[in-house]
């Protein structure tokens, strides 16, 4: 398997995400910074699409090492697929679910979707940096590149995911423990997860939540389960 | 692929560490390229302040930027070298674009087209002549297949080379990059807006 050492750069990521730990976890939570000024809740009667979430999961070796797991991440889709379909709050009649050989074509909506939710991720939820001319608010959009998956299925509302999460191995745990011995501290696992709730007639970002966190499984049902809770906390009702 | 973790983990490092400031009216670039702002930009500096260029965003750093070099001489990198958190065990040290004097025109594209090949696939897909600060120049336009994250990206830039009486040469020149879907062209004239405001300054008399 193809392999690439990014020990310097996860481990610099992760004491990123751990000096920010604190607000990361904040932001699972409902609040104002979530919603674009304006929006509160879907509009009634309105169609949601469910784009298939962009995924991926890795594998960190004792040495830090970084690598893709095909089967895990086959599974993760599932698992985090069927937590979200139960999700009766979020997805209901009106709710379209794209395959994965109508992403083909999207392909390059949803690395779009991945840059922009980065953006918001950084600039906005984090704030560090914040971006002066956007003011603290959510107002970012995805312009008319929406456009074709309106065209598609006719849905006022696309529901985006993007999600990387890494899991330590067997012998990065015991790597883990014996620095632990030795009083350094080495990084296990991460998750990090991004969702947009897109408003298909203008491609604004009208409500967006992310995971930035040291636990999490998607590998399996329940604790999928958990994760999608955790990230659609506060998502948007239809309105009545 | 593994790769799509290595700009996520470059970017909370960014956040980490990155001051964006509000740029609006008049502002300098290296102290030698000088221009004027209609609506207001972001500007990034980087964490050590060691780019031979200024960065300015409008969405975001993942998602578009306007870059400007001011008064760089002969012998100077238009680039720091690459990080390099990751490299194959026969890879090779990289080259980083270098500003030479008496380059063609053709030559000074390629620098550029050598800067934007360490993020991805680059093509040339437009060169003509162009006025730039005031100078002779081209205007480009490129693609680029970003490697990260495997979104397409589309390009501009704009290139003059200025006599100087001390170095001989001076570089000038601009570039903005957004994604092809939407962005750019929604961008693009405001970049275009600060590109054509661009001047050189005149070299402080020397005390």
């Known amino acids: 398997m193809h392999r690439i050492a990014f020990r310097a750069a996860f481990a610099a990521a992760l004491v990123a995400v751990s000096c920010l730990a604190v607000p990361a976890v904040a932001q699972t939570g409902a609040s104002s910074r979530n919603y674009a000024p304006g929006f509160s809740q879907r509009a009634a009667g309105s169609r949601m699409v469910v784009v298939q979430t962009d995924m991926e999961l890795f594998s960190q070796s004792a040495g830090g090492v970084l690598e893709p797991r095909a089967d895990w991440t086959e599974a993760a889709q599932k698992n985090f697929r069927d937590a979200l379909m139960a999700q009766k709050r979020v997805v209901g009649d009106n709710t379209i679910a794209l395959q994965e050989k109508d992403m083909d074509e999207l392909a390059q909506l949803n690395a779009l979707h991945g840059a922009v939710a980065e953006a918001v991720f950084i600039h906005h939820m984090l704030g560090a940096p914040a971006l002066p001319t956007k003011g603290r608010l959510l107002d970012w959009t995805l312009g008319d590149a929406v456009q074709p998956l309106r065209e598609r299925t006719g849905a006022d509302y696309a529901l985006f995911f993007w999600i990387r999460d890494s899991y330590a191995s067997a012998e990065r745990k015991v790597a883990i423990v014996a620095m632990a011995l030795l009083g350094v501290g080495l990084a296990g696992g991460a998750q990090t997860g991004y969702a947009s709730l897109v408003d298909l007639r203008t491609g604004r970002v009208v409500w967006f939540n992310n995971l930035a966190r040291g636990f999490g499984d998607l590998r399996e049902p329940e604790p999928a389960r958990e994760t999608v809770e955790a990230l659609l906390k506060s998502f948007p009702e239809v309105a009545r | ?207």
Request: hydrophobic share 45%; aromatic share 8%; glycine share 6%.
């Open chain 2, 1 to 207: 692929m593994t790769r799509r973790l290595l700009p996520l983990a470059l970017a909370l490092l960014l956040a980490a560490c990155a001051n964006v400031s509000r740029m609006d009216g008049d502002q300098v670039v290296n102290e030698r390229l000088a221009v004027h702002l209609t609506e207001a930009w972001n500007k990034v500096s980087d964490p050590w302040e060691v780019d031979p260029y200024d960065t300015w965003t409008q969405e975001g750093i993942p998602l578009d930027h306007l870059r400007l070099w001011g008064g760089v001489r002969p012998g100077q990198p238009l680039m720091t070298k690459p990080a390099m958190f990751s490299r194959e065990p026969d890879a090779k040290e990289r080259r980083v674009p270098t500003f030479r004097a008496g380059l063609p025109p053709e030559k000074l594209v390629g620098l550029f087209e050598e800067l934007y090949a360490t993020a991805g696939t680059v093509a040339i897909t437009r060169v003509e002549p162009a006025m730039f600060a005031g100078q002779k120049g081209v205007r480009f336009e490129f693609t680029l297949a970003r490697r990260s994250d495997d979104l397409a990206m589309q390009g501009v830039g704009w290139v003059a080379v200025r006599p100087d009486p001390t170095w001989g040469e001076e570089l000038y020149a601009a570039t903005f990059v957004a994604p092809r879907l939407s962005f750019y062209e929604r961008l693009l004239p405001m970049a275009e807006a600060v590109v054509k405001t661009a001047r050189v300054r005149a070299t402080p008399p020397r005390s």
